[in-house]
């Protein structure tokens, strides 16, 4: 074989495995960012239960605030019925769930925790607000600020009959109280995956 030939042969054969590890790069980022957005979702999906769970005894009347439609509310407090005695209805303590602040990443437009995402919140659970035996545990983390869609423009910009709807809300219809959660994550690939969540309850009178 001259050394032309070989020269050819050899650059025939770098293409040919360079195609061979661009495929299989480009097929590991699929299977990666595919398991990212799985992830993801099992874990809003799992959260969105949780809390529609947790509101599914609650009393109507002691929901505050009474989150309407267009704003909503991305925090509210209730009291669980506990049954009845005496022919009367029996509440419990008051438990609040909404979006709080991450304090390893405040608002302020910046990645402080260098996850990917920025001003993130979570979501915190509440028992006996302001009662001697209040209790808080973080259900989960990186929530974003506003749902996916939404800009802070007074307007609904996701077309879901909410104006500015973060990324945790709630709204009454009727009886029916509806959850949104919207969760995000960077892939590695380092894009950005959002997810969005729903749940609904009725609640009792």
Not at 70 to 97: H, K
Not at 144 to 166: F, I, K, P
Not at 182 to 197: F, I, K, P, S, W
Request: aromatic share 4%.
């Amino acid at each position: 074989m001259t050394i032309l030939e070989m020269t050819v042969a050899t650059a025939a054969f770098t293409v040919v495995v360079g195609g061979v590890f661009s495929v299989l790069a480009t097929g590991t980022q699929a299977v990666q960012a595919t398991t990212v957005s799985g992830q993801l979702e099992r874990k809003a999906d799992r959260i969105a239960r949780r809390i529609g769970r947790t509101a599914i005894l609650a009393g109507s009347a002691t929901l505050l605030p009474s989150p309407q439609a267009p704003l909503g509310s991305s925090q509210v407090s209730f009291r669980r019925s506990q049954g009845w005695t005496n022919g009367a209805m029996v509440w419990g303590p008051v438990i609040s769930i909404g979006m709080e602040d991450d304090i390893n990443d405040p608002e302020d437009g910046i990645d402080n925790d260098g996850d990917g995402c920025v001003d993130e919140a979570t979501v915190v659970w509440r028992r006996d607000v302001g009662g001697p035996n209040e209790t808080s545990e973080i259900w989960v983390e990186n929530v974003r600020r506003l749902s996916d869609g939404e800009t802070r423009n007074g307007q609904d910009d996701n077309g879901n009959g909410l104006v500015d709807e973060a990324g945790l809300s709630f709204v009454l219809q009727g009886a029916t109280l509806v959850i949104r959660l919207c969760l995000e994550q960077r892939g590695l690939d380092g894009r950005v995956v959002t997810y969005m969540a729903q749940d609904a309850v009725r609640l009792r009178n």
